[in-house]
């Protein structure tokens, strides 16, 4: 006997997987511009992204922290089970950027970059939405692993007690 459960779970599988292919060709190539341009061109220490840092007037550091959330941003999101929150943490570094270039650079040449950085904020909330599950796994694993470390358990159960008792 033949059921029909196959014909209905084959077109609920299709969407996923679009979904999940158009979401890592889009980090794919979204790590490969952090990774070649953004925060490669921070932290090699190039002309223009030295300057633009100048105008800021944070310092060196910033930039080379920049450059490394980048970078650190880029290689989580070719990673499958970072890939959900290093899009949530680009997503917070370009609105960071957004409004750096909107309110300290806008009379600079680099001003009119807050449509860019807007722009990529908004697509890595899509993908940070896309990711939602993994982003919530994470978040639990890491709870389990928090409420089963060894200093969770109470003192007087390993028959050492603190003090406070009879």
Not at 30 to 57: C, R, T, W
Not at 101 to 123: K, M, S
Not at 135 to 159: C, F, T, Y
Request: with cysteine; aromatic share 8%.
């Amino acid at each position: 006997m033949i059921t029909t459960t196959a014909r209905v779970t084959a077109p609920k599988a299709r969407p996923r997987r679009l979904t999940s292919t158009l979401l890592w060709a889009a980090q794919i190539l979204l790590a490969a511009f952090f990774l070649l341009g953004a925060a490669g061109s921070k932290l090699v220490g190039d002309h223009s992204s030295v300057h633009e840092f100048g105008l800021i007037g944070a310092g060196e550091w910033f930039r080379y922290f920049v450059g490394t959330v980048e970078l650190a941003g880029a290689i989580g999101l070719l990673t499958p089970w970072f890939a959900g929150p290093a899009a949530a943490g680009l997503a917070a570094d370009m609105a960071g950027a957004t409004i750096v270039n909107a309110t300290v650079l806008h009379n600079t040449t680099y001003g009119p970059n807050v449509w860019l950085t807007a722009a990529l904020c908004a697509v890595f909330v899509l993908l940070a939405y896309g990711r939602r599950q993994q982003i919530n796994g994470l978040a639990a694993a890491i709870r389990r692993v928090k409420n089963a470390s060894p200093g969770r358990e109470d003192s007087d159960a390993n028959g050492v007690g603190d003090g406070s008792g009879p």
